[in-house]
């Protein structure tokens, strides 16, 4: 991952990926809703220009997001850190609409060689996927990610409304690290990564789970500044 960004490539997230490796399908199964990545994922579709390219960043297995934006004829890349999950995205949303790389956000750059160099988008989708990641590696993600979008493009971002930084949590039967920010905090962050937020919205969810506790979820619809 580029040092421009100050985003450290170097750490070891295996033990993220391999929790979600083993949740595999149990993750819609305890997630069936998604009211508010559905909401989101459309209000994305609907103000992306026709026919785009977008970057979706922890597409886990395709659903509901990667599918909402190739149904709307839009090209998507979608990245993951586990293998299991994109196994399902792939027969989830098949070729050519969609393409799934196995790569860590802190591998992806506009372009060099290797399958980290993705290019730029119009727009990206990043739903919970920050969360995954330590607070201090989440404003120099920000950056990377408005360095992989056109100007003017898209985000659509995501994160659970919580004061956390690198906490470990049960999680369907496994144990992963989250962060989280309360609204005010995540406003500003996203605001000193470089983007103007358009919309927010934010919805109370109780997964079907019982070891997955209530959230709230938070939607942030963002232009690049």
């Given at each position: 991952m580029s040092e421009e960004?100050?985003?450290?490539?170097?750490?070891?997230?295996?033990?993220?990926?391999?929790?979600?490796?083993?949740?595999?399908?149990?993750?819609?199964?305890?997630?069936?809703?998604?009211?508010?990545?559905?909401?989101?994922?459309?209000?994305?579709?609907?103000?992306?220009?026709?026919?785009?390219r977008v970057l979706d960043v922890g597409c886990g297995t395709g659903l509901p997001t990667a599918r909402q934006l190739t149904d709307a004829g839009h090209t998507v890349l979608g990245v993951d850190l586990s293998a299991g999950m994109l196994d399902l995205a792939r027969g989830n949303v098949p070729p050519p609409a969609a393409e799934f790389r196995r790569l860590d956000l802190a591998d992806l750059r506009i372009d060099g060689e290797g399958p980290g160099t993705v290019g730029q988008f119009d727009g990206i989708a990043c739903f919970f996927a920050l969360l995954m990641l330590p607070r201090e590696e989440i404003p120099s993600a920000l950056r990377l990610l408005r360095s992989l979008l056109r100007p003017g493009g898209l985000l659509a971002l995501s994160m659970v409304e919580a004061d956390l930084d690198d906490a470990a949590i049960p999680f369907l039967g496994h144990v992963i690290r989250v962060s989280g920010y309360l609204r005010d905090e995540l406003r500003q962050v996203v605001r000193d990564a470089g983007f103007d937020i358009a919309h927010e919205e934010s919805y109370a969810y109780a997964p079907a789970s019982t070891d997955a506790p209530p959230e709230h979820q938070l939607f942030l619809h963002c232009r690049r500044g």
């Open positions: 960004y100050g985003v450290r490539g170097g750490r070891d997230r295996t033990g993220q990926a391999e929790a979600f490796d083993a949740i595999g399908a149990a993750y819609d199964i305890a997630f069936p809703h998604k009211e508010g990545q559905l909401a989101a994922g459309k209000r994305l579709v609907a103000e992306l220009p026709a026919g785009s």
